[in-house]
């Protein structure tokens, strides 16, 4: 460590880790941490953040986004930073003509210029045996994780079967990558739909119905049997349904390389917002049983370690879009599907600290894992990102435990003007964020500009913090 001066010091503050939360100071040099202690053993800093009353934590990572698309790469990024947010992990795919190298090198170069966060990227792969031949050099090139979709046939090639699943799992795990699944059974779940519209079942509060919890519980099982079978680490998205999670439980117990995501919604919100959000609150897989045992379930994994990681699978739409689903919930009047998804990149670190660590009295480890260190490890980011020490990225979150905010769609920076969230009271707010030693967020305003975020070639997955969170 340089002994005379170093670029910034931020002191006063509680520093939290994935394991314990202590009083010191963090001292940076250019983008990287220098040193972590008492600031009387610190060099002094050219720039003095005062951080005292308030947790300083490793910035926030999402690993589930969908940028690029209703939400641009300038747009989502900014609007995940107001969040207090510093990386995201996005979702992208190949178009009909190019293959998966080019399609990386196509949305780096837009993600690039805009994003104003670090990214990275996981890619979706279509039912197309062909495109696999593209998954070694991705692994090269950083892009380590790919998703596969057991839903949605009704949407032709986006729909996986079984046994390209099983190939595609083969050559992910050779290659030194770990394959992510949307496990909801979307046979039956398609079988249903047609079902309910014969019957006239398409009201919002007949959607749940259609997808019941047991399709996670039973796509889950198949992904996970096959990921056994292929030897390659697998990591379910998005998990909201108590069934699926004993079931992973089970393949954890058992050492298989599995482990999982939740999401606020799946926290937060039940199938009881239907009625109140109609198609607003569609999303996949769907809001569960309104008897909040979905929601304990989730709360309970992720504090226990059995659920890795918080993220937000921020998708949003504009209204037009989602409208025409309180008629049917299921397709428009011309057979297009009402969109899945709702906006959360902005809202999951505030709803996260307010109603997990105030309201039901997580200790605040549990956030800097679930949102920082879990997802870096699992995404092949440690120990560059996700953590407060020495040598790591100097990504800070800061939140002020005292500030008072209540959310509003209409002051959201994503281009949705609703939220699911609208009204609620949160307690803690993030109110600083620091992005490779840069001030990023700073009192509710940008301080840096799109394209100030950089690629992140990811490696390989690292075993998560597991056990309870204290
Ligand atoms: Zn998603």
Not at 124 to 136: A, E, F, H, M
Request: glycine share 10%; hydrophobic share 40%.
């Amino acid at each position: 460590m340089s002994p005379q001066e170093v670029d910034t010091i931020i002191r006063g503050g509680t520093i939290v880790t994935s394991s314990s939360a202590f009083e010191a100071s963090v001292a940076i040099q250019g983008e990287t941490i220098v040193g972590v202690g008492p600031e009387a053993t610190l060099p002094p800093g050219k720039r003095v953040i005062d951080a005292t009353g308030r947790y300083v934590l490793p910035g926030a990572i999402d690993v589930h986004t969908h940028f690029g698309h209703h939400d641009d790469w300038r747009i989502g990024p900014q609007a995940a930073a107001y969040g207090g947010l510093t990386t995201v992990i996005n979702f992208i795919s190949a178009g009909p003509d190019n293959d998966l190298p080019q399609a990386i090198e196509q949305r780096r170069q837009e993600a690039d210029r805009d994003s104003v966060v670090d990214f990275g990227f996981h890619f979706i792969l279509r039912n197309d045996p062909q495109s696999l031949r593209g998954v070694p050099r991705a692994v090269e090139m950083g892009v380590s994780t790919f998703k596969m979709f057991m839903a949605y046939p009704k949407w032709g090639s986006i729909w996986c079967p079984d046994d390209f699943i099983a190939e595609a799992m083969e050559i992910i795990g050779d290659s030194g990558g770990m394959a992510q699944v949307h496990c909801e059974s979307g046979l039956v779940i398609d079988y249903l739909e047609q079902r309910q519209i014969r019957e006239e079942r398409v009201r919002p509060s007949d959607f749940l119905a259609s997808h019941p919890d047991w399709t996670e519980e039973e796509s889950a099982n198949r992904a996970l049997k096959i990921a056994e079978l292929t030897g390659c680490p697998v990591y379910v998205v998005h998990l909201s349904a108590h069934l699926a999670l004993e079931r992973i439980k089970e393949s954890q117990a058992a050492g298989q390389q599995v482990w999982t995501e939740t999401c606020p919604q799946y926290l937060l919100l039940s199938d009881a917002e239907m009625e109140r959000w109609g198609p607003f609150a569609k999303i996949g897989p769907p809001l569960r049983s309104a008897d909040g045992m979905n929601q304990e379930a989730m709360w309970r994994g992720s504090r226990d370690g059995f659920i890795s990681c918080v993220a937000s699978d921020h998708a949003s739409f504009d209204r037009e879009q989602k409208e025409a689903g309180w008629k049917n919930i299921f397709f428009d009047g011309e057979g297009k599907t009402i969109p899945y998804g709702a906006p959360s990149v902005e809202t999951m670190v505030p709803l996260m600290y307010s109603e997990g660590v105030v309201k039901r009295g997580l200790p605040i480890t549990w956030m800097a894992r679930v949102l920082s260190e879990n997802p870096a490890r699992l995404f092949g980011l440690f120990p560059r990102k996700g953590v407060i020490q020495a040598g790591a990225d100097a990504d800070i979150l800061i939140i002020d435990p005292n500030r008072e905010k209540t959310i509003r769609g209409e002051e959201q920076h994503v281009t949705a003007d609703y939220t699911l969230y609208e009204d609620w009271k949160i307690s803690g707010w993030p109110v600083m964020s620091l992005l490779r030693g840069r001030v990023l967020l700073n009192d509710g305003k940008l301080e840096l500009t799109p394209g100030a975020g950089a690629y992140l070639a990811r490696k390989g997955p690292l075993p998560p913090i597991a056990g309870p969170a204290g």
